[in-house]
């Protein structure tokens, strides 16, 4: 399009708003009609108290004020808009005689000036480049409060170590575009307040950020939770239902633990990922989407590639940019920093002033070793708070001893699968509780009648006890018992519908 046709001014986005300020009605009538060819939602005044009282009420994308205007003048339009608006382009229509003044209001924020009479190509040239100037100042402001917002910690990470400062540095690189990330980390180590800020800090920051984690969806909702349902398409299905893959259109779709997805959902996530298309189950149409991918894992995808479990097309899809997170024992100088911010943070919830360390207590902490990463560090915190009885936390408040729960040991997973406690002698080793096993089952199959010794058979049974134990042990939680055994949700999910 060019700069002198019609429809230049207007030619993206929505209609455009324009003020004209000036005390002839003929010359309003004129710029309204030359406006709204144009495509402008045009806002008419006749004065300076009427035009400030506009300005301070609604936002435009160019203002044109006449210098000579009763009740102030051009110039109190002038500074009213530079207050309320600063990146709004301001054009001062002035007579002949009053370009010195003209020129006065230019160095005080206007953005140019016609002399009337003006032809209407000159005023579509500088409107048009007024509204272009317009536009490069609300951007630069725009990348002026990001860069503000990525001075600080990112979104509440707390950091300084030289790991975090690369991690700050990846997350500022990587924001900007649209190209899928993997974040990697153990678990506790703020994987998803890693997305947020990629979001946050993105063009894509007043859009939804929205999260599933995929290792808490039952199978056989997996896809109508990702991609919604219409009214009826199943038993339940009283009402139409808009999937995280629509909710998400406009910002960024977060999957946690992808690696728990169901192998029979990835073709279709994969699908959906590469055409940014989906179908709500029952539906016959597909729905365009615009969105952002970020996932997180605290497993080895590429393993899981290897053994079956994940789609090697769809890892590769996701893992574009992969970003590590650091566990905290690799970054432990950012423990004090961390137990600072929890302490302020936890203290203002509870309205009471920060206590203060007992002597060493630091110490202590630095060399604990937070399997549990920086999600376990803040219960520590959070846990001596609700503890202590004054202004100092000691040791006591901590309780260090029964906060870290290291891996099940081979001793802790077998010693699951007896039905009685292992004996002193037992507890020494593995060895130990392997020979008191196989003897109990032994005598289990000879009470059963059973002849022969069957490894395979006494393996299963070896497996469905730890299970049944570790499930016993939590009360029916498969998040905890799956940790109590040291294997994923997605495993103790498996086993328990092969045992079912």
């Known amino acids: 399009m060019t700069e002198g046709s019609p429809q230049a001014l207007s030619e993206s986005g929505p209609a455009p708003r324009v003020l004209i300020v000036d005390d002839e009605p003929s010359i309003r009538e004129v710029l309204e009609i030359f406006f709204e060819q144009r495509g402008f939602e045009v806002t008419l005044c006749e004065d300076a108290l009427q035009a400030e009282q506009v300005i301070n009420a609604s936002r435009f994308s160019l203002i044109l004020t006449d210098l000579r205007l009763p009740k102030g003048g051009g110039m109190k339009v002038l500074d009213v808009a530079q207050a309320s608006q600063p990146s709004c382009p301001i054009v001062m229509m002035t007579a002949f005689a009053s370009t010195s003044t003209a020129i006065e209001a230019m160095k005080r924020g206007a953005y140019d000036y016609l002399i009337k009479p003006f032809e209407l190509d000159a005023l579509e040239v500088i409107s048009q480049k007024a509204i272009k100037h317009g536009s490069l100042l609300q951007e630069n402001q725009a990348l002026k409060a990001r860069l503000a917002q990525r001075g600080a910690p990112l979104e509440g990470m707390i950091g300084q170590s030289e790991q975090m400062r690369a991690l700050f540095h990846m997350i500022e690189r990587i924001a900007p575009s649209k190209t899928p990330v993997l974040i990697l980390g153990e678990s506790g180590t703020g994987k998803e307040m890693v997305a947020q800020a990629i979001h946050k800090l993105s063009p894509r920051a007043s859009g939804p950020f929205v999260v599933m984690n995929c290792a808490a969806i039952p199978e056989h909702l997996f896809e109508s939770e990702l991609f919604g349902h219409v009214r009826g398409a199943f038993t339940g299905a009283s009402e139409r239902r808009v999937g995280l893959f629509q909710a998400a259109h406009g910002g960024t779709l977060f999957l946690d633990e992808v690696g728990e997805m169901p192998l029979a959902m990835q073709a279709k996530v994969l699908r959906a990922i590469q055409f940014m298309r989906v179908k709500a189950v029952g539906a016959t149409e597909e729905v365009a989407v615009d969105i952002r991918i ?207």
């Open 294 to 500: 970020l996932s997180a894992t605290n497993r080895s995808l590429s393993e899981d590639v290897q053994s079956g479990l994940f789609r090697e097309d769809l890892y590769y899809r996701l893992n574009v940019i992969p970003v590590t997170v650091p566990p905290l024992r690799e970054r432990s100088a950012d423990i004090p920093l961390l137990v600072e911010h929890f302490l302020s943070s936890l203290s203002k919830e509870q309205a009471r002033t920060p206590p203060r360390l007992a002597p060493g207590l630091m110490s202590k902490l630095l060399s604990a070793p937070l399997p549990g990463n920086v999600r376990e560090l803040k219960n520590l915190v959070e846990r001596a708070l609700a503890l202590s009885q004054g202004q100092l936390l000691t040791e006591a408040d901590f309780m260090f001893s029964s906060a870290h729960h290291a891996p099940a040991s081979p001793q802790a997973t077998l010693a699951l699968s007896m039905e009685r406690e292992p004996t002193e002698h037992e507890a020494y080793g593995s060895e130990a509780l392997l020979e008191a096993f196989v003897a109990q089952v032994e005598r289990e199959a000879e009470r059963e009648g059973e002849r022969s010794w069957s490894l395979e058979r006494h393996l299963e049974r070896l497996e469905e006890r730890l299970v049944y134990r570790a499930l016993e042990r939590t009360g029916g939680n498969r998040t905890e018992a799956a940790q109590l055994l040291g294997i994923s949700f997605r495993s103790i999910r498996y086993r328990l519908k092969k045992m079912t």
